[in-house]
């Protein structure tokens, strides 16, 4: 299997991880100019953009350490412009949260990282 389609299957494993626990999706794979989100879902108060990483081990830091400070500084930037773009969606408050995918374990990650108040 490629990169793209693992890529893809990861964050349709998330999706229905999250979809299972309450969280209702949003939208997929936002591009905006400078980043790009995996999912975006409505929980609760929360608006809640998520990155998905999926590794074969823990091996170099595992899926977490995939997220490096340039990676969270592009998601908050595609968060703005997609934020910007649905004026009509209602909340309270917005997170980053990460979800890592490792053979057989999906361990989700509220409140992942918080982007400088520049970035958004």
Not at 2 to 22: I, K, P, S, V, W
Request: with cysteine.
């Amino acid at each position: 299997m490629n990169t793209t389609a693992q890529g893809a299957l990861a964050e349709q494993q998330a999706a229905d991880y999250l979809t299972r626990h309450g969280y209702k999706l949003l939208g997929r794979n936002f591009r905006a100019t400078g980043g790009e989100i995996d999912l975006i879902f409505a929980y609760k108060k929360w608006l809640v953009f998520v990155e998905v990483k999926e590794r074969a081990s823990q091996a170099f830091g595992g899926p977490l350490a995939a997220v490096t400070k340039t990676k969270q500084q592009r998601v908050a930037r595609a968060a703005t412009q997609f934020i910007k773009t649905h004026p009509q969606l209602t909340y309270d408050e917005i997170r980053f949260d990460i979800i890592c995918i490792l053979p057989g374990k999906i361990e989700h990650i509220k409140n992942a990282f918080f982007p400088p108040r520049t970035t958004l």
